[in-house]
């Protein structure tokens, strides 16, 4: 979320036009807002302002709608294998299952789950 708000050329150009194109729909994980903030607050992630002043009007900029975190999906965590250790990408793991939708990221081990994912080198 935070490369494809920067413009990073880390994402492809075929994927950077998925992202934008606007008969796709863009959902932000409650998961990766908690995760964003988290990261900031331990100093991990640099940004020029608090989250809580750049994630919402990005959001809204780029179109995109909130994914609220279910009880279900959090639920979903007892069924899925251990192939990743991350609390926070395992929750994105069982959200996009959830709600069959497709997770956009370079991860491996989220790609090594049985859900659609996207990537696509820069540049």
């Not at 606007?22 to 932000?28: A, E, K, Q, S, T």
């Not at 640099?46 to 999906?73: F, T, V, W």
Request: charged residues 20%; contains cysteine.
């Amino acid at each position: 979320m935070i490369w494809f708000f920067e413009g990073s050329r880390r994402i492809g150009r075929a994927l950077q036009d998925t992202l934008t194109d606007p008969l796709n729909d863009l959902l932000v994980s409650d998961i990766s807002i908690l995760e964003v903030v988290i990261k900031h607050q331990l100093g991990k992630l640099p940004l020029p302002l608090p989250p809580s002043r750049i994630l919402p009007s990005l959001i809204r900029k780029h179109g995109m709608e909130l994914l609220p975190l279910d009880p279900a999906a959090i639920f979903r965590l007892e069924s899925l294998p251990l192939l990743h250790r991350d609390p926070f990408d395992r929750l994105l793991v069982a959200q996009a299952q959830l709600n069959k939708l497709t997770l956009v990221t370079p991860d491996p081990q989220i790609q090594a789950y049985d859900v659609p994912c996207l990537w696509a080198e820069g540049p």
